[in-house]
């Protein structure tokens, strides 16, 4: 095993959770997730076939949920064929490295999204002065060094393709970060849209607590560049979803969701893109 790898330096708990956490959801025979506190895991595969890709990994210290997560659906000493990621922020990254180590399993992430993954390069850092709830005012704890992987992360198949996800695709929306990807399958409009858009309004502490169902833009006091943001959601309205399973929120389909994704788009400077903050009105990512 790759013996660069390491956790970020300022790893930690956050005290932050809903009343979804530690369940699970199944939006489809072959699409499965679990809420570790109050991001979104994918598990993408067939129980019965026992072959599978995992999407996301949590927040810090949620390895053994996901392993045990994955021993119910799969069955024991079933790793998955890859890890694939829609971004590397510490909520879907924390996991990783005592994953990668157990499993000895190939990740993936968009190029882009590469130097935040492999300790070169730490995100900006969260934006408290944001508009926003009392999530987004006490962002300033939450964790944005960078994991290091090492070589066993890779970028995704110039192809568009997924790695162990036949049927899917990765599409680039980036916005919340450089190389943020969603997942989505043409076949049943299945989407896994990560945090270019949400289905709770993440900045808001009852909300999450709650796990209140809206579509909503990525969350505030993470997104940095909101041209990008706006773009990345007029392209996934435009492939008028079936089913999402977001980053954070609970999955949504049918009309509910495209009604509120399409007013979403139409929408987005008044209702997703905050009135001020730190990367509002072309701020500089770095």
Do not use: C
Request: zero cysteines; hydrophobic letters at 30%; proline letters at 8%.
């Amino acid at each position: 095993m790759d013996e660069e790898m390491h956790e970020p330096k300022d790893n930690k708990s956050i005290p932050m959770t809903s009343i979804t956490s530690g369940s699970g959801e199944e939006a489809a025979n072959d699409v499965f997730y679990y809420t570790d506190q109050i991001v979104n895991i994918g598990f993408i595969g067939y129980p019965e076939e026992r072959e599978w890709v995992l999407v996301d990994a949590g927040l810090p210290h949620s390895a053994e949920n996901i392993m045990e997560t994955a021993e119910k659906r799969f069955g024991t000493q079933q790793p998955p064929l890859a890890i694939v990621l829609t971004h590397g922020h510490f909520d879907h990254v924390g996991g990783l490295v005592d994953l990668v180590q157990e499993w000895d399993v190939p990740v993936y992430a968009h190029q882009l999204e590469l130097p935040y993954l492999t300790g070169e390069q730490s995100y900006p850092e969260p934006d408290p002065s944001v508009e926003g709830g009392m999530l987004a005012k006490i962002s300033r704890i939450y964790p944005n060094e960078p994991v290091n992987l090492g070589r066993a992360v890779q970028p995704l198949p110039e192809d568009n393709s997924v790695p162990g996800m036949e049927g899917w695709q990765w599409i680039h929306t980036p916005g919340h970060t450089p190389g943020h990807v969603s997942f989505y399958r043409k076949h049943d409009g299945m989407l896994l849209s990560g945090d270019a858009f949400i289905t709770v309004r993440q900045d808001s502490f009852y909300n999450v607590l709650m796990q209140t169902s809206e579509v909503n833009g990525p969350p505030r006091y993470l997104t940095t560049d909101w041209e990008k943001a706006k773009t990345s959601v007029e392209k996934l309205a435009q492939l008028n979803p079936e089913t999402v399973v977001p980053g954070h929120g609970t999955w949504m389909r049918g009309e509910a969701l495209r009604e509120g994704l399409s007013h979403l788009a139409q929408t987005f400077d008044q209702t997703a893109k905050p009135d001020y903050g730190r990367y509002v009105d072309g701020h500089d990512y770095h």
